[in-house]
């Protein structure tokens, strides 16, 4: 199965790549249009700032192509983030595949750090990304910016406010968490990813 990531310069890519490539994927980093159609799965990977990769994708016509896919599409982290409308970070406007704005975290508290990180729970799962697996599993989270719940919402979790762990729309399915750094549990979600038909 031939898997590409798409190349816009985020960070986190190659833990991506090597997840994909233990499941026996063959793993391309790209961003030509032939390759990235031609691709049994496309992921938005990583970690990065909103805007300057929505100029980098919007450059290259790459905002248009990935909107055209028909394949199964996984966007983990600011790869969720970008698949949505708006985003507050910068005030950039993303891919608008899911109609959700992405929000800032705004502490209540003074042991509320922005950026969230580390493990948290995900509950009321209800994707294929998550067959065979828990409520309340844990995964691994860093992020400044969320996800209301929504009527795309396939996973839960909670940080200051309840936010999409997780997010689905058509062929397309996403995930604030990274399923790379998450264990055997991310790797289940990646093999669910794979599997997909």
Known sequence: MKVAIVKY??????SVINAFERLGAEVLLTDEYDVLTAADRVVLPGQ???????????????????????????GICI?????????????????????AEVKRFKPNLHLDKVPAMGW???????????????????VYFIHSYYVPECANTTARSEYIVPFSAA??????????????????????????????E
């Open 9 to 14: 310069n985020a960070g986190n890519v190659f």
């Open 79 to 99: 790869g969720q983030q970008l698949l949505c409308k708006y985003s507050e970070e910068n005030d950039v406007v993303c891919l608008g595949i899911i109609p």
């Open 120 to 138: 948290n729970r995900i509950t009321h799962l209800k994707s294929p990304l998550f067959k065979g697996m828990e409520d309340g599993s844990f």
């Open 167 to 196: 997010l689905h729309k058509d062929n397309f399915y996403a995930t604030q968490f990274h399923p790379e750094k998450s264990g055997l549990v991310g790797e289940r979600i990646l093999a669910n990813f794979l599997s997909i």
């Open 48 to 74: 990065g700032e909103a805007r300057n990769i929505m100029r980098y994708l919007r450059e290259r016509g790459l905002d248009n192509i990935i909107c055209s896919l028909r394949q199964p599409v996984l």
